[in-house]
């Protein structure tokens, strides 16, 4: 593939993945406090990462091997729309089963841009210098920046549309003792009689919020089918064509994802995988509810996390360069030392009516670190399980959702305190598990001899990005 093609498919995919999770993931930022009634909102966001959990074992791969890349991309976002159309009338009866179809949907996404994006930056490594960590660096990175800006116009939208809140524009007085039951002594529901500021918006905006949103999910569409390319004109795509017509959906291919979990790389990047979910969870339900919309208002919400958009985004540029000056593990520290900051403030903090210039410090703490998570660990992935990717991949996801699908699960019921000490403890153990994957990688790559029947010989190398070189291993 020429190299204008690799970067125009590169940037087509990232937009159209712009476009669906610019809908999706506002949307998803709302459920708590849009529609909190019986707690349906954060219910289904519960239920689209439990299913998202189950399809990351078998339908990612089946899909992928059956259709390729492409088309499987475009069943996954057509397959969204249902759940954001549901919330034109947000009720059990279509919230619920249109996010068994969008979690069903999620896995076979995530991993198939996963896989294409792999692809993209291993046939760009043959136009550069640069080593296929750098490169799958930069791509990711690339991909993660539209991401971020979903986060930012999406916010940018709810925020104009919700904005007013109040009639005759003026802002209800809420009693101290109210506010001291938000942030950190939140615990699972307030009632918007007691507080005014979870009254939920008018049926007006919130159609024409849904509206918006849903159009973007269709334009998604239509941008992946007449402006992306397939990867079967590859020759490794061609030369399994006859191959993928004929797979089928096996417990064969469910066995080897499961397979592969047992690979000692992969068991140690389960806990920063299942960190990664559950940190976003927390942000999505519990923060954008305890501390945003209980002690500032609901249109709030999205005023916030642009702040979260801007900085994510601006990582998501930087991220690659850092990682090749300064080696992925301090990057990763980085992130991790953010997150920890941003737990400790939030245990001590009480959001009151005079500091809520710290919302947007913290909401661009959390960018700093999510962003690092979502770009480099797919990218680390890519690296290391790259005779293996698919399977990988869905491991990776299915944790993640896993992490999601908890975080909102137990979001009513635990205390916002509770849910902030399960973070730390699992930020912890998931930095120390990741930094053994990092140094068990360097110290196992291998040697192979231009002839494939010499012995390879297995020797240590520098964790440097730059100076790592994709070795493939011998049978």
Partial sequence: MQKFRILKNLSSLAFGHFLVFTAFDSLSNLQSTLNEHGGVGVASQSVIYAFFTISSFFLPTYLIKRFGCKKTLLISVFSVCPYI????????STLVPSAVLSGLAFGPLWAARSTYVNQLSFQYSGYTTASISVVNAWFFGIYSF???????????????VLKENSSNGTETAVPDETLMQCGVNFCGKSSDTINPNLRPPSDEKL?????????FVVLAGFVILFVMDSLDDDSQERDNKVEKKKTKLSANLLIATL???????????????????????????????????????ISQVGHVTICYGVVSAIMDC?????????????????????????????????????????????????????????SQIIAFYGVIFKENEEPAFSNFYFWSSLGFSVAYAYSDSLCTSVNIYILIGL??????AYI??????????????????????????????????LLTSSS
């Fill in 318 to 374: 930087s991220v690659g360069f850092l990682v090749k000056c300064i080696t992925r593990i301090p990057v990763f520290i980085l992130a991790a030392s953010s997150h920890l900051m941003l737990f400790i403030v939030l245990l001590l903090w009480r959001p009151h009516s005079d500091n809520y210039s710290l919302y947007f410090v913290l909401s661009g703490i959390y960018g700093i670190g999510a962003s690092v998570w979502w």
């Fill in 436 to 469: 053994g994957a990092e140094f068990r990688n360097s110290c196992s790559k291998k040697t192979k001899n231009k002839n494939p029947n010499n012995q390879v010989k297995e020797h240590c190398v520098g964790i440097k990005d730059n100076e790592i070189s």
């Fill in 85 to 92: 159309a549901a919330n034109f009338y947000p009720t059990w």
């Fill in 146 to 160: 539209f991401h971020e800006n979903a986060e930012i116009w999406g916010n940018v939208i709810s925020y104009y």
């Fill in 427 to 432: 930020l912890f153990l998931a930095i120390a």
């Fill in 207 to 215: 159609y024409t919020l849904t509206g918006i949103y849903l159009v």
């Fill in 259 to 297: 397979k592969h979990m047992k690979n000692k790389d992969q068991l140690l990047l389960i806990p920063l995988s299942f960190y990664c979910g559950l940190a976003d969870g927390f942000y999505n339900s519990d923060f954008t509810k305890s501390y945003i919309a209980c002690a500032w208002g």
